[in-house]
């Protein structure tokens, strides 16, 4: 089974993505930024990383996942020497949940206001 999710992005039809697809019991979620319906929301690390996890959360539940169901997190950074204020982001909603992660430092993104994207792996057991 393989199903597909968006948000209505001018840039997911324009590239071609889903935000997110499922196969079988596996959520595979595209990097996404802070990006809101007036531009990018937040003008740090923090409040950027704290954003796009709420904005995730809605993909997960909207596919019918969960924070808990999160396997796996990678963090793509304009400025690696912030992890700690994004990592404090991500520990404060996955803290106890414990996800793989990898904090990538990356060139800027092509919004130089965006310093922040996440991309998230969930998977539910089967039922």
Known sequence: MRKTFGTGSTW??????SRA???DNTLYISATAASGDDGVVG???YTQT???LEKLGTV?????????????SKLYL???????DAGRAHG??????????ALVHVLPFLDPKMLVE?????QKSPS
């Open 21 to 23: 697809v499922q196969v």
């Open 50 to 52: 704290r954003y796009i």
């Open 118 to 122: 996440i991309e998230l792996v969930a």
């Open 12 to 17: 997911e039809q324009q590239i071609g993505y």
């Open 60 to 72: 997960l539940a909207d596919a019918g996942f969960g924070y808990a169901d999160v396997v796996q």
């Open 43 to 45: 003008e740090d690390f």
């Open 92 to 101: 404060e909603v996955f803290g106890e949940i414990r996800p793989t992660l």
């Open 78 to 84: 304009t400025d690696i020497s912030k992890w700690e």
